[in-house]
């Protein structure tokens, strides 16, 4: 079993920053990405950011140049630091790993996701 817990999400001013950080714990193997997901009232979940194997990164074009995610592989933790917030990035903050681990004296992989954290851009 793989969980993943999330904390920094809040309130903010636009223009202000915030930093998420989600911990990974459990009966993990590897993972291999690792990554921010964000979802608002009635619309599906987006991507925002990963950190894959090696410190390939991905961004979505909306948050390019004002967030950047982080990894440390010895925690299996990952950071999202967001910068010039804007209103429209409220949101919950999802985030992901693609993990494999142990779960009943098997080996499984596959997409595990934490309980999510409030991101809320004020005007």
């Known amino acids: 079993q793989v969980q993943l817990v999330e904390s920094g999400g809040g309130l903010v001013q636009a223009g202000g920053s915030l930093r998420l950080s989600c911990a990974a714990s459990g009966t993990i193997v590897s993972i291999t990405t690792m990554g921010w997901y964000r979802q608002t009232p009635g619309m599906q979940r987006e991507l925002v950011a990963t950190s894959s194997t090696g410190g390939v990164t991905n961004y979505a074009n909306s948050v390019k140049g004002r967030f950047t995610i982080s990894r440390d592989d010895a925690k299996n933790t990952v950071y999202l630091q967001m910068n010039s917030l804007k209103p429209e990035d409220t949101a919950v903050y999802y985030c992901?790993?693609?993990?494999?681990?142990?779960?009943?004296?098997?080996?499984?992989?596959?997409?595990?996701w934490g309980q999510g954290t409030q991101v809320t851009v004020s005007t």
């Open positions: 992901g790993a693609d993990a494999i681990y142990h779960s009943g004296g098997v080996y499984l992989a596959g997409r595990c």
